[in-house]
Every structure is written in C-alpha cells, then in structure tokens.
C-alpha cells in the first residue's frame, strides 16, 4: 500500500512540473514585476513607519534633555527657595522652551502645583500627568491630554545638591500635533523615493526575468523529475525526522528518520495526527496545533525529542505545517549535568564576591550563612569558638561554642538561636567534625540518633519541623578549626549526597580564609587600641586655671595617631597640646606616643611655644633618618598646636607646626578663630615657628580639635568649619563638658573615617588678692625689706606658719639675683594650689645647683632652697629670667 501510493505520488510531481515548465516562462515576468512592486511598497510602507517613529523618538528625547538642562541649571534652586519662585522661574521657563523649540516647560511642587506655564492662568493649578516616578528620582515620559492638547512630555526631579532630596519637578514637552507636521513635511519625499525605487526596480527586474527566461527555457521536464528524486533520497537519509501536516491536522509526509524516532507505522501519511498510535498527548496537540516552536523537548517512548515546527503558505501555497525532529536524550543528560556544574561554579562566584566583605567575624559568618540559601540549603548554621569572637586562638576541643549566625528560608525555625553558647557533645557529627578537621554526612536525620544527643528536645522540633539531611563542615584556616558550618535540608531539597559535601567544603573554605583574617584583624585592633589609650592622658591634671573637658573618639576602620595633653606649668600656667599623626595602626599610636613624650618633656624646660615646636621638628627629623625600611616606615606626616595659659595675667600664648587653629568662644557667646601663624608640619625643618598671643576674658572657652572632627568625603572643609561655628556659637554659659558633646552630635559625621581629639578648656582668671609683687632694688639692705614684706602678706593670707621657709628661700633667691644678675629685680608670690615665690631680674645666666665644700664660703642658697622647697626651677622671658620655688599647702583652698 505505502509502496503504491508513493508510486503514484512520483507520477503526479512529474506530471505538475512537467505542465509547469511550459507555462513558467510566460508568467514569470509578471510574478518578478507584481514582487518587485510589493517590495517598494512595503519599503515606502516602512519609511514612514519609521519616519513617524523618529519623529515621536526625537520628540520624546527632545523633552527629556530640555527637562533635564533646566532641571541642572544654576539658580533654579535658588528660585525655588524664594517667596515667589513664579515670578523669577516663568521668563526662565519661557525663554528656554522658545530656545529649546519645545511648547511647554513646567516647574512645579512636589505635589504638583505648577510655578510656570505657557498659559500663564494655568499657574497655579495641578500638573497634569504622572508625577510619582520622579518623586522617586526617575525621569518619566508619557503623552498625556493636557491645556495645550495631546502632548508629550517628560518629568524629572529636581533635587537638593546637599542631600539628594527631590524638591520639585520640571516637566518639558511637545504638542502631538506638532510632532506629526514633521511626519508630513517628510512624507512628499518619502512617496517620491518610492516612485524612484519602482522605476528603477521594474526596469531591473524586466531585464533578470529576459535572463531568467533565457536559462530556464531549456530546462527539460525529465531534468525536473530528476531534480526531485534527488530530493526525495536526501530527504529520506538524513539523520533528523521531517513532518508535514496539512492545515486539516493530516500528516501528508513522513521520512524514515521521523518513523523511527516515533515509531510510526508505515500506512501513517494521510492520517490525522491526533490518531497516531504511540504518541505522547502533548506530542500530538502540539502537531495539530501548527503553532511555531523551536526545540521544544517531548518525551517519545524512553527518548527526549526536540521539536521544530514552522508554518508555510505564506506565499499563497497550501497551508501546511513542517516539523523537524532531533533525538536529544543523549544531550539532556549532558546537558543537566553541565547545568549542575554551572550552578555549582555559580554560588561559589558569588560566595567570593559576598563572603568576606569586611574584617568582622560576626558580619563574615553571616554572610556564609546566607550565600548558600536558597540555592544549596534550606538553612545554615555557624558556630565558632568564642575565643575566635575575641581575636583568641580556640580551644582543641568543641567546647565554648558561640552560635555566630543562623539563616534560612523562613525566620520561624527550631534551630538553636544566634548568640547561644554551649558545647558539642562527644558523639555528634559537630564534635566528631571539630576534632577531626573532616566534614560529616547525615544524610538521613530521622534515622540517626547521634546527633539528638547534642539536645533530644530540639532535635525532636527538627524532624518534626522537615528537615531531614546535614552536612557539617569544619572552619579551620591554617591548620586550626575556627568552629563548625552546618548546612540543613528540608523536603524543598533532596537529601545531601557525597558530592554536595566537596561543595560545602569549597563554600567554607572560602569563608574560612576571610573569618581567620576578621579574627586576627581583631585581635590586632585591640592591641592597637588598647595601646593608645594607654598612650593617651588617662586622667586630667589637678589645676586652677582652667576647666577641662575632652572627648577622644577612634576611627571606625582603626587606631589612629590624634592626641591631646594638658600640662601644668610653673606659676599656675597650664599648657594645651593637641596633634595628628597621619595613618592608622600600630605605627601610628607608637609615633604619637614618642610625640607626646617629647612634648612632655620639652615642656618641663619651660620653654616658649615656638621653641617647643622647633625642639619637637628637629626630633621628628631625626626620627626620619633614624627609621630603617626593616624596622619602620618613619613619621610620614605629623601636626602639633601647643599653647601656654597664664591665668595671672590671663594670656595665651600659642603656636602651631601644620595643625588647625584654635576656636575661642567668648563670655557672650560669639565664636572666632584666632589668627595664629600657620607653620609648617612637623618633621620639614628649615621653617621657623611663630606665636600668637591673646588676651582672653574670663570664662573663654578654648577650643582645641583634630582635623577628623571637620573633614569628611562628603564635604568641604569650610563646611565643616561653618559646623563648629553653629555649634559652638550662641549658648553663653555652657559648661566644657556641654560643649565637647553638643559639638560631637553637630559636627562629627555618622561613620568618621578618621579619629578624632576634642580639648574644651574654660579660662579663669586668679584674682587679684592671691597675688602680690614688688619691685626690688638691687641693693643688699633690701632684702631684709622684702621679708618683712613676704612675712605679713603670708599673715594675711592665713599662712603664717609658711613664713620661716618662705622668707629663707626669697632671701636666698633675691640675693643670687642682687649679686650675680642685673635690675631691673622684681617679686611676685602667688597663692594657688601651692605657694608660688619668683623673682625676675634683667640677666639671661641660669644658676646651677652645686654641693660647697667645707671651706667655700659660697654656693650653698640654691641648695637650701632645693631641699626646703617642693620643686624649683628657672625659665627665660624676653626681658630676662625668672627663678621660681613651690611649697606645698595642706589644702586646695
């Protein structure tokens, strides 16, 4: 039967093709003229199609730049925060849309009140169109039936260029009309190109078809024949199956490749497909449906077919449906496996771009938790050692375990919550992983019973609950298990195999690198930190001049090189210093240690602010040519501001090497910054150091600060000059420890990058009944004078019981002064927390202490006054030298 009705099927092509050859030369001309015609018009068709849509592409990009432009340009910000921003945004608006060759530019409100509009009644009034995405920051283009017609139109925001906040809106757009009288001015040319392309087309293809006549006239109807037997073997031995269905659901041909692979029988051509024997339903609804589809997998029996279907006829043959077939069962396994292996390389990509993001154990556990969910668990768990939490190495055993991150698909689980401590017990997979340094495999959990020893309630509420297989992988970096990784399964998920094992030993392998760095980067920063504050004063000095309140706050990403000090000087002063060291670390804190030593040092050879400084560069040089590669990297960049107050003749006397000048908040509450010479950082040298000196009322408030107080990324510095202004101007009164935390809460940024120091110091002013001074004459006689003088002010002062060891010591001081240096010669005693005797002569030479043998006759005073004063000492002034002596009082008074 098959055999019979191809025969006859072999008949009637070569018959058609045989009428067909002596007719296709006559007609062929006018089937090339009738194609050619189509194809122009389809051409002119689709230029103006594509004219059309130019026109309503530019119209739209037009609007969105004019919108844009105005919504950037300078003062429209500034116009918006006027009472009337009407009358200075609508001739701006009108100018730029005749500028702009656009109908309409609206400003408006947020909630979509108009500032400006062509139409100027229609001021006033809500804007018509969608203003919700550009609130969120969009820019959004719609067209719209607004006043001036149908309309397109675009929408951005306008935002505020300190905080990003949208403040208002700018709309710019086009009449609809308008944009179509450009598709008209196109179309005469458009219609005349296409009239072109016809001529030159018919005149082309009249002269192809001549050709095409000429070759196959003499094209013989057995060359025909041949031509589709020669078809017919290629169809029926190529290795893909071929279908036709005709448009009624009849399968009309089937070659060899296609009855095997869905095992047809052999009188199936003509059949309907929906009667084929062994077919696959959706097999078969897919071939009478005649939709397109393109490797579309179908199961046939035990083999996976992919399908290709595409309609003909589109050309006014027979409405029929062809269909390839191609045996992929082979290639779907392949394939699945290939699938697999790309998601597994997937989450490991992605594990190392999202675990280990920053130096926090905490933070890298929960990011291992949740990488994995929910593509390779259902749920994870980490546990770490609590000594890990703290920078410490952990303990051999699974003892002091810290739950350190749980994640999952759900939050209501029944898996022991964050933060919990406990220990593994002996015989569960956790203990068994942790001191083996090996990963375990349950895959079956209601079947196990190991692990419910850990805790039998809540291993219970997890069978309960679905979860049915676990992998335990140990985190160990370096040889040593940091803690332990447990990955949970539920029915969402097959159970756990040994192949998802060396998956879940890659993911924490990974994380484990990034823990261990977190762990010892904490353990470093502790040291660090705890080294500078060890570095730094650790309680203010007892003193009288000032009130003092200070604030030391450390970066977030580590220890830096600020400092602050305040040093009490002979006569009642108090020194001030406040530097920078640039960097973080070790090396930093160690370098502002050794400066604030020195400062210390230097400071008790009472030396003047700019001397200081010079001795503090010259040492910080040093230190530079000092430091080796192999040892350390030097002092890169160091500032300094020292200062000395005088609360007698209430004088301030300040330098400063590269740091920023101090604020001075008045009595009244005004602020200013002191003009105080700028000098260069520590450590350039050649450069010398100036010193400014101020007179400050009582009840000034000093204001010293380090540069990570005002300097942030996202702002100037003048703006964070501008801050501490405000913040400190305005409340007069306020004490220093006020003023330290409302300067903190206004100033500093929310995250600093840097660290900051902050000194607030409160003058005060001795008074005038504490202090006493004479002038002298240089004359032996006047000593006695000026005992007398000491004895009764010390009477007065209810401190007679000092006068003996007073008077003996200014004796012995007014005489050196007398004999060995020059006038003009004058005391000063002073009454604060110790009794303060100086006399001040003309002479630059500092006396010695000296031990006098048994026949000098000399050199003997300064001795007796080390040994009966509490401490002595000398310091330089412009005009000469003061030596001074302390006694101790019994109480503050």
């Known amino acids: ?182 598709l008209n001015r196109q179309l005469p040319i458009i219609l005349g190109a296409g009239a072109g392309a016809l001529v030159l087309s018919a005149g082309v293809t009249a002269l192809v078809g001549r050709r095409l006549r000429r070759q196959t006239h003499s094209l013989a109807p057995d060359e025909m024949a041949l031509m589709y037997e020669h078809h017919d073997t290629v169809l029926h031995s190529v290795r893909e199956g071929v279908l036709i269905v005709a448009a009624d659901g009849r399968l009309m041909l089937a070659n060899d490749e296609a009855r095997r692979l869905l095992e047809l029988p052999p009188d199936i051509e003509g059949r309907l497909v929906s009667d084929l024997p062994g077919l696959d339903p959706d097999t078969k609804a897919l071939l009478a449906s005649g939709r397109e589809v393109t490797d579309e997998v179908h199961l046939s029996g035990e083999r996976l077919i992919a399908v290709n279907q595409r309609p ?63 593509r390779f668990a259902d749920f994870v768990t980490v546990d770490l050692a609590d000594a890990v939490l703290h920078g410490e190495e952990p303990a051999p055993t699974g003892t002091d375990m810290r739950r350190a991150a749980v994640a999952g698909i759900v939050d209501d689980h029944p898996l022991t919550e964050q933060g919990r401590l406990f220990d593994y017990q002996p015989s569960t997979p956790h203990a068994r992983g942790y001191g083996s340094g090996r990963s375990q495999l349950v895959s079956d959990l209601p079947a196990a019973t190991d692990w419910r020893l850990q805790d039998p309630g809540r291993a219970g509420a997890i069978i309960d609950y679905g979860i049915h297989s676990l992998i335990t992988a140990p985190i160990q970096a370096r040889g040593v298990v940091l803690g332990m990784a447990s990955f949970w399964r539920t029915q969402q998920h097959e159970r756990f195999n040994e192949e998802d094992v060396s998956l879940a030993e890659e993911l ?158 008045r009595p009244d509450g005004t602020v200013t910054f002191p003009e105080v010479p700028a000098g260069p950082p520590l450590g350039l040298g050649g450069m010398p150091f100036q010193t400014a000196e101020l007179c400050l009322a009582e009840g000034t408030q000093l204001v010293l600060y380090t540069d990570g107080l005002i300097e942030d990324r996202r702002r100037d510095l003048d703006v964070g000059m501008a801050l501490l202004r405000d913040a400190l101007a305005g409340k007069p009164g306020r004490a220093p420890e006020e003023t330290c935390q409302d300067v903190l809460d206004s100033v500093l940024p929310g995250r600093p990058k840097d660290d900051v120091a902050l000194l607030v110091a409160r003058t005060r002013q001795l008074p005038p009944d504490r202090i006493a001074d004479w002038d002298v004459p240089p004359e032996p006689a006047a000593v006695a004078g000026m005992r007398d003088a000491v004895s009764r002010r010390l009477e007065a002062w209810g401190l007679s019981e000092f006068g003996f060891t007073m008077e003996l010591i200014l004796s012995e001081l007014i005489t050196n002064a007398i004999r060995y240096g020059s006038g003009p010669i004058h005391v000063r005693l002073i009454r604060d927390r110790t009794l303060i005797c100086e006399v001040a002569d003309g002479s630059s030479t500092s006396p010695h202490l000296r031990y006098a043998a048994t026949t000098d006759e000399g050199g003997r005073g300064l001795f007796l006054v080390s040994q009966m004063a509490e401490r002595w000492g000398t310091r330089y002034t412009p005009q000469g030298k003061v030596i001074w002596a302390e006694q101790a009082l019994p109480q503050v008074p």
């Open 312 to 374: 003909t006829g589109r050309e006014g043959g027979p409405r029929e449906t062809v269909v390839t077939l191609r045996d992929s069962t082979e290639l779907q396994a392949v394939t699945g496996r290939a699938e697999v292996a790309r998601e597994r390389l997937r989450l490991l990509y992605d594990a190392g771009l999202h675990i280990g993001t920053t130096l926090d154990v905490l933070r890298t556990a929960d990011e291992l938790a949740r990488v994995p969910i929910p």
């Open 508 to 665: 924490v392998a990974r994380a484990a690198i990034s823990i261990d760095n977190a762990r010892r980067y904490t353990r470093e920063h502790a040291l660090a930190v705890t080294l500078q504050r060890s570095l730094l004063p650790q309680a203010m000095p007892q003193q009288n001049a000032l009130d003092i309140a200070y604030r030391y706050l450390p970066a977030q990403s580590g220890v830096g090189g600020d400092w602050f000090d305040v040093i009490p000087m002979p006569g009642g002063r108090v020194a001030l210093a406040v530097g920078d060291v640039v960097g973080h670390g070790l090396h930093a804190a160690a370098t502002m240690g050794r400066l604030r030593t020195a400062v210390h040092n230097f400071s008790t050879l009472d030396l003047p602010p700019d001397e200081l400084l010079s001795h503090l560069d010259d040492l910080v040089g040093s230190i530079d040519q000092s430091e080796t590669a192999e040892s350390a990297a030097g002092v890169v960049g160091a500032t300094c501001l020292y200062g000395i107050y005088d609360p007698v003749t209430s004088r301030y006397v300040v330098a400063r090497a590269g740091h920023l000048a101090p604020a001075l908040v």
């Open 1 to 182: 039967m098959a055999s019979r009705f191809a025969r006859f099927r072999h008949l009637s092509v070569k018959r058609l093709i045989t009428k067909s050859t002596r007719t296709v030369a006559g007609q062929v001309l006018v089937f090339q003229v009738a194609l050619v015609v189509l194809l122009v018009a389809c051409g002119v068709f689709a230029l103006i199609l594509q004219s059309e849509r130019d026109s309503s592409a530019e119209a739209r990009r037009r609007s969105t730049a004019v919108a844009q432009t105005f919504a950037h340009s300078p003062g429209v910000l500034a116009a918006l925060r006027t009472p009337d921003p009407s009358k200075l945004l609508q001739p701006l608006t009108e100018a730029a849309r005749r500028a702009a060759d656009v109908d309409f530019i609206v400003v408006m409100d947020t909630e979509g009140i108009r500032y400006t509009h062509p139409l100027p009644d229609r001021i006033g009034k809500r804007f018509v169109g969608e203003i919700g995405p550009s609130l969120a920051g969009k820019v959004y283009v719609e067209s719209v039936d607004g006043p001036l017609g149908r309309e397109v139109q675009a929408t951005v925001p306008i935002r505020n260029a300190d905080s990003e906040e949208v403040v208002a809106l700018v709309s710019a757009g086009m009449k609809v009309k308008n944009v179509e009288s450009q």
